[in-house]
């Protein structure tokens, strides 16, 4: 049978998975972790060569799974990367990596931010590149090092995203894929090409850009040596892949207009598909990001807010569980503790008697830009339980998911369904909650290998299994729930999330203090 090769490249570890391609169905994965490095309060780093030690191993690992069912890799008709976004790597003239890569989670360029809205102008920058500099992003964290090691930025000659590393390494090939170099700060997201005008007012030299290359398209071919470490073919085509975000989106079939996605894992985020390049203008600062999507000359609204599953984690690990639900949890592998907090929460009524959470942990990035924004409940009573505590985080972060919903309905988005994804998703209250406050269907797929499915279509496009991306959806991408919002709880929810919106302004001065 015909397979794709899907590989993930995540913060904690990288995954592989082999798909059948007629169908999608799951045939065999493997997982291998890597460290993540905090060199300083801040910052967060991890070597590339883990990386490629982690997917070595992980491509091996599936392919003896695959072969164990009677598999080999001459099925597999092409190889697809998604990774995580916003990583510098940098190469010297000997292809060998400068320095650990700088991830997406550090925070470390504010100064590098500031350089560069100074120097380009807020709203000139948004002109060039749709996004304002965080630092989230890759060009702040490339400024840093030239600002700090320039030993190590002089040797510098090509800069890469952290998959487009692995690619690299796979194939031989330079290239910067479109959905990934869009979380750079340095493309122009409008026409899919860098900004001349950027990297001439910051002085970077264009040629340490690779070319930017389609999601959908062959960006090369496994290599001999390759094929030689991990049992691929040799000549196996390799698409250009995507970033996680939008191989996400592709792994769950929102590919056209009319689709949203919303993630709920670490962090919580709402992604809508859209073919315009749409800006938010409300204000100085757009809230939410306009990334270029995996699908060819189209785009998408992202809005992200960091505490989702963190915070219903921190419930777990601080607060606990019951005593007969703690024995329960330790004495049987198949009890989860996500569930019991589920089932304690259920006992609760929606609106959880008016106390609210307010979900910003580690700060917040949509609507609001505050890495002072702290977490807390508001409305707290004697009356109160355990039970409102855990429901109340469930509808906290529903209500910071919809500050992302909310800002894309401005933008004249018509979203008619929104597919969940991410192990908050398995949650059938959160997943109701979740609807309710919304107020749309909610609906999630039968897809549990993640942003890997999504690589592994955009792989069976470029190798010709699939015309285009909207075929291979049709083909293999099948839903596997329905939740409908429920009208009688519609007004609580409505009540409590005016409150919700309230709460920040309110307590911004005193966040700063």
Request: charged share 20%.
């Amino acid at each position: 049978m015909d397979t794709l090769l899907g590989i993930d490249l995540g913060t904690s570890g990288v995954k592989a998975a082999l798909f059948r391609a007629d169908d999608g169905q799951a045939l065999a994965s493997a997982f291998f972790d890597y460290p993540l490095l905090h060199p300083q309060p801040g910052w967060a780093e991890q070597r590339p060569s883990d990386w490629w030690e982690a997917t070595v191993n992980a491509i091996c690992a599936c392919l003896a799974r695959a072969h164990e069912i009677g598999i080999t890799a001459q099925e597999v008709r092409g190889v697809g990367l998604s990774g995580q976004m916003h990583g510098v790597v940098l190469l010297d003239t000997a292809q060998q990596v400068v320095r650990p890569c700088i991830i997406w989670a550090d925070q470390r360029s504010e100064a590098q931010c500031r350089e560069i809205t100074e120097r380009v102008g807020a709203a000139r920058l948004i002109e060039l590149v749709s996004n304002p500099a965080l630092t989230g992003f890759s060009l702040p964290k490339l400024l840093w090092i030239r600002d700090n090691e320039p030993e190590l930025f002089s040797r510098a000659v090509t800069m890469l995203l952290p998959k487009d590393y692995l690619r690299w390494r796979l194939t031989g090939v330079f290239g910067m894929e479109i959905s990934d170099a869009a979380g750079t700060c340095l493309l122009d997201v409008q026409h899919g090409r860098w900004s001349s005008e950027l990297l001439a007012v910051l002085d970077l030299d264009p040629s340490l850009l690779p070319p930017v290359i389609p999601a959908d398209a062959v960006a090369g071919t496994i290599s001999d040596d390759v094929a030689a470490l991990t049992g691929l073919i040799a000549g196996t085509p390799v698409a250009g892949g995507g970033a996680d975000n939008a191989c996400g989106a592709v792994g769950n079939g929102v590919v056209r207009p009319g689709l949203a996605l919303v993630s709920i894992g670490t962090s919580g985020v709402v992604l809508a598909h859209t073919n315009t390049p749409q800006v938010d203008v409300s204000g100085p600062v757009p809230r939410i990001h306009t990334f270029n999507h995996a699908v060819p000359d189209a785009w998408y609204l992202m809005g992200v807010t960091q505490g989702a599953g963190l915070s219903l984690r921190w419930v777990r690990d601080n607060i606990g569980l019951p005593e007969m639900a703690v024995e329960r949890w330790a004495g049987s592998d198949a009890v989860d503790a996500y569930d019991l907090l589920a089932q304690e929460a259920a006992a609760a009524p929606a609106g959880s008697d008016g106390l609210l959470f307010l979900p910003y942990l580690q700060g917040e990035r949509t609507p609001h830009l505050d890495a002072s924004a702290r977490g807390g409940w508001f409305g707290l009573t004697a009356s109160h339980t355990r039970r409102h505590l855990i429901r109340s985080v469930l509808e906290g972060v529903a209500f910071s998911l919809k500050d992302c919903f909310s800002i894309m309905r401005e933008q004249g988005l018509s979203i008619e369904q929104v597919r969940a994804t991410g192990g908050g998703a398995k949650s059938p209250l959160w997943r109701q909650i979740i609807a309710d406050v919304l107020g749309v269907e909610l609906v999630t797929t039968d897809n549990e290998e993640g942003p890997a499915f999504g690589a592994a279509l955009l792989a069976g496009v470029a190798s010709g299994v699939y015309p285009s991306i909207a075929q291979a959806c049709e083909a293999t991408v099948r839903i596997a729930d329905y939740t409908a919002p429920q009208t009688e709880t519609s007004g609580v929810y409505a009540e409590n999330y005016e409150v919700y919106r309230a709460l920040y302004p309110a307590l911004k001065p005193l966040y700063h203090r």
